[in-house]
């Protein structure tokens, strides 16, 4: 199964702050080249999960990047990313049940929780 990029991109990124646990704004460049990302998709991905209430993003010098969300599920990112999984669209009316079971998945698994 192939997963959206950005999607994938963002469960990376969360996980990698999550474990640096810090308050501390951390840097793109940073983050990217431990992840091996592209600096400048890294950078389009968190301005999702920032417009989102996910991330947190300073500018400048002393600038970068931290979790701004209390807690963040699977469905979260996924709805971010790739947008909300609407079981209730005509066209999609035989997949309803294995969508929402999908959706209801994503929402019981946790990638953040502040302590």
Same mark, same amino acid.
């Given at each position: ?21 810090? !308050? ?10 431990? @992840? %091996?990302?592209?600096?400048?998709? /890294? ?29 963040? !599920? ?10 909300? @999984? %609407?079981?209730?669209?005509?066209? /999609? ?23």
């Amino acid at each position: 199964m192939r997963i959206n990029q950005d999607f994938g991109m963002s469960v990376q990124t969360i996980l990698f702050l999550k474990d640096r646990n810090s !308050t501390e704004f951390l840097q793109a460049g940073e983050i990217a080249k431990t @992840l %091996n990302f592209s600096v400048g998709y /890294l950078q389009k991905v968190v301005q999702t999960l920032s417009k989102h209430g996910i991330l947190e993003c300073k500018r400048g010098r002393i600038g970068g990047i931290r979790i701004r969300a209390k807690v963040i !599920t699977l469905y979260d990112l996924w709805k971010a990313t790739c947008g909300d @999984l %609407n079981v209730n669209e005509p066209s /999609l009316a035989i997949m309803k049940k294995p969508l929402k079971a999908f959706a209801d998945s994503m929402r019981e698994i946790v990638v953040y929780k502040k302590s």
